[in-house]
Nanobody, 124 residues
Framework: QVQLVESGGGLVQAGNSLRLSCAASGRTASSYTMGWFRQAPGKERMFVAA????????YYADSVKGRFTISRDNAKNTVYLQMNLLKPEDTAIYYCAATTRVTRMTAVGRVDYWGQGTQVTVSS
């Protein structure tokens, strides 16, 4: 079992930055692919970014490319999402996710573990 605990959400003005953190428990968590999804009010949960546990490969949703950066510290079993140039449309609950599967974690159905979520609100 893996438990994921997010932190770092909050309220910011458009154009500013936030960094989210996700701490994972479990001895093998560093080998998992980990990432982030987000869910805006009334919308489906959508993929944001992920990083492979095997080689550190990263991939992003088109809507955040060039603004968001995902990274991980395997010694701390922690994944980070640095969010720059935030826009009001980035407002959502951000969920940390993890999977043991080899396929890209770009869909909700490919996630094995979820965090409880952290709210990010971007004002205009």
């Amino acid at each position: 079992q893996v438990q994921l605990v997010e932190s770092g959400g909050g309220l910011v003005q458009a154009g500013n930055s936030l960094r989210l953190s996700c701490a994972a428990s479990g001895r093998t968590a560093s080998s998992y692919t980990m990432g982030w999804f987000r869910q805006a009010p009334g919308k489906e949960r959508m993929f944001v970014a992920a990083i492979s546990g095997s080689d550190g490969t990263t991939y992003y949703a088109d809507s955040v490319k060039g603004r968001f950066t995902i990274s991980r510290d395997n010694a701390k079993n922690t994944v980070y999402l640095q969010m720059n140039l935030l826009k009001p449309e980035d407002t959502a609950i951000y969920y940390c996710a993890a999977t043991t599967r080899v396929t890209r974690m770009t869909a909700v159905g490919r996630v094995d573990y979820w965090g409880q979520g952290t709210q990010v609100t971007v004002s205009s």
